[in-house]
């Protein structure tokens, strides 16, 4: 037996809060009678509608995939540009990204059709950590980057890097290659944060996303979690 907004926000509808208002509001129905009671019990054997549509609850599936670049996160684009469901065909669920990357950016995205997982991790409360590779214009030295690890005041408010590492210098490009570690997911968060240093990101990789790495995994290929990982990642978001 499970909680009816929580069976409806794993069915990736919407959010276990919006699933509330919606049960509220008198949208959805158990067996045919409406459902205005918040935390009602149901099981497997009940029929239920969203807004009249019938609830399918699908197979819950984790994906670790590997974004290329000039690719949106969406599922579709009105301007018939690339997006990750070019790459995603073989798998025969209705899934979706958790959280976004800039067209322009590569790396690691957790792809579900979990929707109640999906919401946790992008939750900002539950401090899930992105690692990115920045290739960044110019010598970047480590007094400089280790101002991200104390904190700056952005337009948006304060944000500060959990690590930061100096990977490389091309001297010959005059180009830096740096670690950010952030456990937000703000718009163009790690993009700003080198903004604030005098420097420019000209090329970013999320290496990880809540301890999955790309390590191995070529960019527009993906791989199934283990079941270690989906675990670890409920124990993170604490929904187990």
Do not use: W
Request: proline letters at 2%; aromatic letters at 6%; one cysteine or more.
């Amino acid at each position: 037996m499970e909680r009816l907004q929580k069976v409806i926000a794993q069915a990736g509808i919407c959010s276990r809060r919006k699933a509330e208002e919606l049960i509220l509001a008198g949208k959805v129905t158990i067996n045919g009678e409406v459902c205005t009671t918040l935390g009602t019990k149901i099981s497997e054997e009940d029929k239920i509608t969203v807004n009249g549509e019938p609830l399918i609850l699908e197979t819950k599936v984790y994906y670790l995939f590997n974004k290329p670049k000039n690719c949106l996160t969406t599922s579709s684009d009105d301007r018939g540009r690339p997006t990750i469901m070019n790459y995603l065909k073989d798998i025969e669920y209705r899934v979706f990204a958790v959280g976004r990357l800039d067209f322009d950016t590569t790396g690691a995205l957790l792809i579900t059709n979990d929707g109640d997982l999906a919401n946790k991790l992008m939750h900002p409360r539950y401090e899930i950590q992105k690692e990115y590779l920045a290739k960044c214009l110019g010598n970047i030295k480590e007094e400089s980057l280790k101002k991200l690890e104390k904190g700056i005041t952005l337009e948006d408010g304060f944000v500060k890097a959990i690590k930061t590492k100096i990977i490389n210098y091309d001297k010959i490009n005059n180009t830096t290659e740096v670690l950010i570690v952030v456990s937000e997911g703000r718009y163009h968060m790690v993009k700003r944060m080198v903004e604030y240093l005098g420097s420019e990101v000209i090329a970013l990789k999320r290496l990880s996303f809540a301890n999955l790495s790309i390590e191995n995994l070529r960019p527009g290929s993906y791989r199934k979690l283990r079941i270690e990982e989906i675990d670890q990642l409920k124990k993170v978001s604490k929904i187990m």
